[in-house]
């Protein structure tokens, strides 16, 4: 029997559970692989594999270079080797630890041979305001993987959430429908799958606090998952079997096994060819998609950087500097935390020759945005949130262009403009 492998990864941590416990239930000869990254502190990641009646057997992975992360990396491959070399299991279900970020350990299991089917990102509606808003540092939370992790639980869970291609969305009581819009406008592209939300006997209190502003995910979490399965996960992987013995396919099930191209998934969160939101207005939810052909004041763009990273629950893109023309920036911002760096050079700064040298798809996306005299070159930002202020966010971008004589003036002219993203860049 092959092996296939899934990855469910997600802070949320009630969901990702129940979206495990599902996957158990309806596909036949399923583990769970989970490492524990809540030990690391002592110096440890406690590796578990489980099915649906409880655990299999259990280990101990070392911290590589004190990183919990590479750690997992190190450890993973050869855990899910030894399972294909079995032969008893059909599918093999990566349980990512709380602040793990799936393209890593995507990309991680494709280059060990591996046949990874999909990867999942479990949610619930009601906790995506408040992990979008929560600016705090992961190490704060003590979610960090490492003692140099500086992510914040907001990009984490942005860069969670907009990898898969499939969301497992649990029902929750306290989602509305200004939630599930929002949801909606993040991941426009995603495969939503409804998956029944917490497992009998959970209590629903980690979600209730997180809603409240504590993060839902907090040291411990997932050793409290290894406790339920030992203890009482295998009644509700029992009840899940028997409601899908003999029936089709779920549509989780069916979704994971679907096949996963791990170069694709890269290339759309890639900023010079991400595939961003459109434009969208609904239960109080708005995104607005901003596309100009005229490159930033760099000053003027600065110092208006706190209230455009504010104005959204998250912003993402691509933008244009006129003291680095030839430059293109991607723009990320969650959690009132924007993130700015450098992608490369727009394709109409480089020579003809070295086009043959990319991807399509990255030709593609700067055949999308071609611009007569500029080429690639241009502003394509979009911000998305709830309350969105459409008319105040546009007035402010647009007065963060050049003006007409500042733009007649020319390239030459533009470089001389003070360099104000010089720290954020590091230059």
């Not at 010079?272 to 901003?290: F, I, K, N, Q």
């Amino acid at each position: 029997m092959s092996l296939s492998v899934v990855i469910v990864g997600g802070l949320h941590v009630d969901a990702r559970r129940a979206t495990v416990a599902r996957l158990l239930a309806d596909v036949p000869g399923s583990v769970v692989l989970h490492h524990d990254l809540a030990t690391a502190a002592v110096g440890t990641v406690v590796r578990t594999i489980s099915d649906a009646t409880g655990i299999l057997s259990a280990g101990e992975a070392p911290l590589v270079n004190d990183c919990a992360c590479c750690a997992l990396r190190e450890d993973l491959v050869p855990e899910l080797l030894r399972l294909a070399d079995d032969g008893l299991t059909r599918l093999a279900i990566v349980e990512l630890w709380d602040s793990v970020e799936p393209k890593a350990m995507a990309e991680v299991v494709v280059a060990g041979g591996l046949t990874l089917t999909g990867v999942v990102t479990a949610v619930d509606p009601a906790l995506l305001l408040p992990c979008l808003g929560n600016g705090d540092d992961l190490a704060e939370r003590g979610l960090a993987a490492a003692a140099t992790d500086q992510r914040t639980v907001a990009d984490t869970f942005a860069r969670q959430l907009e990898y898969a291609p499939v969301l497992a969305v649990v029902d929750s009581e306290e989602a509305d429908d200004e939630d599930r819009e929002l949801l909606e406008q993040l991941h426009p592209t995603a495969r939503r799958i409804p998956v029944p939300g917490g497992r009998p006997g959970n209590p629903a209190g980690a979600s209730s606090s997180a809603r409240e502003g504590a993060q839902p995910a907090a040291r411990g979490a997932a050793q409290e998952a290894v406790d339920e399965r030992a203890g009482g996960a295998g009644g509700a992987g029992g009840a899940g079997a028997a409601e899908g013995a003999g029936g089709a396919r779920s549509p989780l099930a069916a979704a994971v096994l679907a096949g996963f191209d791990v170069e694709a998934a890269a290339a759309a969160q890639h900023p010079a060819c991400a595939l961003l939101p459109a434009e969208a207005d609904a239960h109080g939810v708005s995104t607005l998609v901003w596309h100009r052909c005229r490159p930033f004041h760099p000053e003027r763009l600065y110092d208006a950087l706190e209230d455009l990273t504010c104005a959204a629950a998250r912003s993402r893109g691509r933008f244009w500097l006129a003291d680095k023309p030839d430059v293109l920036l991607h723009w990320d911002a969650a959690g009132g935390a924007l993130c700015v760096e450098s992608a490369g050079p727009w394709l109409a700064s480089l020579p003809d020759a070295a086009w043959d040298l990319l991807p399509p798809v990255r030709r593609a996306a700067a055949a999308l945005d071609w611009h007569p005299e500029h080429g690639d070159c241009c502003q394509h930002l979009v911000f998305t949130s709830p309350g969105l202020d459409r008319d105040g966010l546009e007035r402010l971008l647009e007065s963060c262009l050049l003006t007409d004589a500042e733009y007649a003036a020319g390239r030459d002219a533009w470089k001389r403009l003070p360099p104000a993203f010089d720290t954020l860049l590091e230059v």
